[in-house]
């Protein structure tokens, strides 16, 4: 899949007046005892799966939050600041406006989690292994941005090797992509209801990304953003028998 983030892109109204949005299945946090989120770059745990993080510390979930690579493919920086270090601190800051306060970066290099697909693999493992019970989020496989596509793969293999709950979260699928699109997964989307609050934390959180959202030609520019302030999450869920499903 190849795309432009600096593109338009599809309109979330486009999406949103699509009927099928109104009957996909809804997630519940019931039974869940802690959460992990992957997130290829500082900010896609934001973008996809926010307000979900926010949901899980308001109801006491604990939550473990691993960034995979440094970020420092793209962004804006004053001078003298170096952008993997930029990154990191509004990581940092976001999960502390999630409430999330176990953060762990693996450091690897922006654009490359599939020359580093073993050592990443490795350290999913890793973690997964400390937290047995745990809902795993990731990106999506199928969202069509190389590091989110495999780092997707790497945690559908694992968890469909631990018989693991997944979550996948969509993020450049609602750019790229539309209600008709071929490749949308209608049949194994779900959301997740979010309440006033949770929307309020996500957008903090989203604020703190200052690379990614300000200057004059931002990264996450406003028409794009507009798919993420919805009042729900939607997440790809394929072992949705093992999940509370409304």
């Not at 970020?71 to 940092?92: D, K, Y």
């Not at 779900?190 to 309440?195: H, V």
């Not at 989203?206 to 004059?216: K, N, P």
Request: glycine share 10%; net charge negative.
């Amino acid at each position: 899949m190849s795309f432009d983030a600096a593109d338009p892109g599809t309109a979330a109204r486009e999406w949103d007046a699509d009927p099928r949005w109104q009957r996909l299945p809804r997630l519940r946090l019931d039974g869940i005892d802690h959460v992990i989120v992957f997130a290829a770059h500082p900010d896609d745990e934001t973008l996809g799966a926010g307000g979900l993080l926010a949901s899980a510390r308001s109801a006491g979930i604990p939550v473990t939050f691993v960034v995979v690579t440094d970020g420092s493919g793209a962004g804006v920086v004053t001078p003298g600041e170096t952008l993997a270090a930029v990154r990191t601190a509004e990581a940092e800051a976001a999960a502390r406006d999630l409430g999330i306060d176990d953060v762990r970066f693996l450091g690897v290099t922006d654009g490359a989690i599939r020359e580093n697909r073993d050592l990443v693999a490795r350290a999913t493992g890793g973690i997964l292994s400390e937290f047995p019970r745990a809902l795993v989020v990731a990106p999506w496989q199928g969202d069509g941005h190389r590091d989110h596509r495999v780092l997707g793969e790497i945690t559908l293999e694992v968890c469909r090797r631990e018989q693991r709950q997944l979550w996948a979260y969509p993020i450049w699928l609602w750019h790229w992509g539309n209600p008709e699109h071929a490749n949308t997964p209608w049949s194994t989307m779900a959301t997740l209801p979010l309440t006033g609050d949770h929307v309020a934390a996500k957008a903090r959180a989203l604020g703190e990304y200052r690379s990614q959202v300000h200057g004059s030609a931002p990264v996450l520019h406003e028409r794009f953003l507009g798919h993420f302030q919805r009042p729900e999450e939607v997440f790809v869920v394929e072992n949705e028998g093992r999940v509370a499903v409304g």
